[in-house]
Structure formats: C-alpha cells, structure tokens
C-alpha cells in the first residue's frame, strides 16, 4: 500500500494526519516535539489561567488513537525530487509516494531580540511570560509593551490577534488584581493601521477599546531594535518597557531553503490551490509552510491550515484511485477569530464582501475557553467532531 510522509506536528500536519487516516491510508508524521501545542489557548498561560501542560496534547496518545506512524525527530533536509527526507538522527526516510509539507515558519528576525519574549514563539515563551509577568505583580507596578511586526514582502504571514488579545487579558488581569493603575500598558506595530485586515469597522472598534482600557499605543514607525528596558524606533523614540512581548511576522522555513522546491520571495512554498507543488508529483505544502494564496488581507490562520489538510487527504485519496477530483482551499479563504479580552470577546470575521466585529460580553469569553477543551478533546477522539470545526 502507498503511505504518506507528514513533516510537522502543528494544526496542518496534525490535522493531515488524522484525514488520511480516515482514508485508509497509511501514514507516518514526523514531528520536532512529542505534543502538540494549541497556540490560540496559550493566550491564558500568561495570566495563570492555564499551564503549558493544559493545552499541550501528546503525539502518541493521538498516533494511537488515529492509528498512524510516529518519529519524533527533527527535519534536517529534505531532497524534493528524490523525495528523501533526513532527520536529525541521521536516519533516511524514502520510498513515500507522496510527502506533505507542514514544518511551519521560521520568524523574522530583529536586533535585540532576545530581550523579548512571543506568546507565538516557542510554547516555553508563554511560561516566561507568566514568570515575568508575576514578578511585576509582586513589584506592585512597571511598564508592559506587546506588539508585532510586519512582513512588507508577504502580508499574510502577519499575526496581529494574539498581541490584541494578550494586551486585553494582561489589563483584565491587573485590574482584578487591583493595581492597573500603577502599570503602564502599550500596544506598539510598524505598520500605520494594525489590524487592518480586520476592515474598518474593526480598526474602530479596536481603537475604542484601547482608549477605554487606557492602552497607549506607538505605530507606523518601524522598529530599530529591542533593548532590555524597551524598544526602539528608527525615528528616535522609544517605548521603555519591563515586559515587552513581541509577535514576530513569519518567513519560510529555514530547512525549505535548500530543499529543491519551488519558493516565494519570502521563502514559502509555491502551490495550487489544491495545496500540489506542481512539477512535483506527489508533493504537497500546507498551513504556515505553503505560499497562501489570495487577496491582500488574506492572513495564516489555524482554520486555514486545517482545510488546507482535510483537502490535501481528500486529494490524495482520489489521485491514489485515479478519480479525477480535488478540493481547492480557496473558497475557504477568510479571517475567522474569536478575539478574547478576558472578561469577554469580540466575533472577528472578513471575507472577500468586507469584515465584521460583533461584540460577545462575558460568555465571549468562555466560548473560546470552551473551543479550546474542544479542540483537545475532539481530536483525542473522546467526543464527536462537529462537522466544519
């Protein structure tokens, strides 16, 4: 029987694994870690609402339950055209007649970065993080700046929502405690309208809630250089900050470079909609890994790279049976976010007709804690999947 190579343990590589499976077809996931980490959730590691472990999911406990191979080993090079994949180990692994990118991205780099920390970073970050953070707590006041960058060549690899949200959380978070007044808060990004791609209506909204949480905000200069007590602009300013956490925008990964296949300006993979490297027989690029496809405020987002999975095992499928069928990502192409502030949430959507913001008061707030357990739990197979998540 044909098996399929999965490169990568995040929401693309996960979620291939598990429709493949659900073909019949046999499959081996390789992964850098043993678990796999739910990024939206990590929001809450900061504020010591959840732990690293809460919303970390072992690989074999999912290996077992959908029935697939699993090395955890990291991808050192891969050959497109031999399709020989090499692992840290040194062991080779050939002969799959077809091989699924999902490695993720690398993050741009800055000067100083090392003075800051992402809550979309390494899964360790949103623990140092909540380490800092209590150590101000205990200080009993300082100067907190979140924020993220931009990628001029590619717009789509910007993830603006977690800063936002983490910005929120921590000011939901202080005020509980009863000292937002003796801290300073601010939101800082190069661009001249983060969020943008939200649309207006949530460029306002967005704005009204930083004046209303009393958030100082510093953008449309680009960033110099962190510094251990803040950050600075290429204009002279500086935010000073005892906690700066910062988003970097993504690039393609650095293992892709050397791997044969055809890359965009900015390192991703070059696909159809249909996820096919074309020229490659067999090879596939989704999630973080793939060049996205679409209009300029389309954006890399787990739901994306989702869809982006079930239809490369859809596809898969019908090419090992010959049926001339294949599933495009395209149609379901959109930002889709529950933007939690801690005390509730605001429904984000945008399309190609435009965006929309509806305020969700409290039970915002528990809905997304609520996709979170789902998450975890529909994927461990101990409740059903609701067709569409």
Not at 5 to 13: D, E, I, R, S, Y
Not at 188 to 208: I, S, T
Not at 255 to 280: A, D, H, M, Q, R
Request: charged share 25%; proline share 4%.
């Amino acid at each position: 029987m044909q098996k399929v190579l999965v490169l990568g343990g995040g929401f693309a590589g996960v979620e291939a694994a598990i429709f493949l499976r659900k073909q019949g077809i046999e499959v081996a996931l390789v992964s850098d870690r043993d678990y796999f980490y739910i990024y939206p959730t990590s929001i809450w590691i900061p504020t010591g609402e959840l732990t690293k472990e809460d919303i970390s999911v072992p690989l074999d406990k999912l290996a077992m339950k959908h029935g697939f191979e699993l090395i955890i080993d990291p991808v050192t090079q891969i050959d497109a055209r031999k399709k020989k994949v090499t692992l840290a180990s040194g062991r080779m692994l050939e002969g799959f007649a077809y091989i699924v990118v999902a490695l993720g991205q690398d993050k741009m780099a800055h000067q100083g970065m090392e003075h800051t920390l992402s809550i979309c970073g390494k899964p360790e970050e949103a623990t140092g993080l909540y380490e800092r953070l209590d150590a101000l707590v205990l200080k009993g006041h300082g100067k907190i700046a979140m924020g993220f960058g931009g990628n001029p060549k590619d717009t789509s690899a910007v993830r603006g929502g977690p800063a936002f949200e983490m910005l929120f959380n921590v000011h939901h978070y202080l005020k509980k405690k009863g000292l937002r007044t003796h801290f300073e808060l601010t939101f800082f990004a190069p661009m001249q309208k983060p969020g943008q791609k939200m649309g207006e209506k949530a460029l306002a909204m967005m704005d009204k809630m930083f004046k209303r949480t009393d958030i100082k905000t510093h953008t449309g200069v680009k960033i110099d250089k962190f510094v251990e007590d803040g950050i600075l602009f290429e204009d002279g300013t500086k935010v000073a900050s005892d906690l700066t956490m910062f988003i970097s925008a993504g690039t393609g990964h650095h293992i892709l470079k050397n791997s044969g296949l055809p890359l965009s300006e900015t390192g991703y993979v070059v696909t159809n909609e249909y996820s096919e490297v074309e020229g490659f027989e067999g090879i596939y690029a989704i999630g973080d890994s793939a060049s996205l496809m679409g209009p300029k405020w389309r954006a890399k987002q787990g739901h994306v790279a989702e869809v982006m999975a079930k239809n490369v095992a859809y596809n898969i499928n019908a090419h090992m049976q010959g049926i001339d069928s294949k599933q495009s990502y395209m149609q379901h192409l959109n930002i889709l976010c529950v933007m939690d502030t801690g005390d509730g949430a605001a429904f984000v959507y945008r399309d190609d007709k435009g965006g929309k913001i509806i305020p969700m008061p409290l039970f915002g707030h528990w809905m997304k804690k609520g996709w979170g357990w789902y998450c975890k739990h529909s994927k461990l197979g101990h409740i059903p999947r609701i067709p569409g998540l």
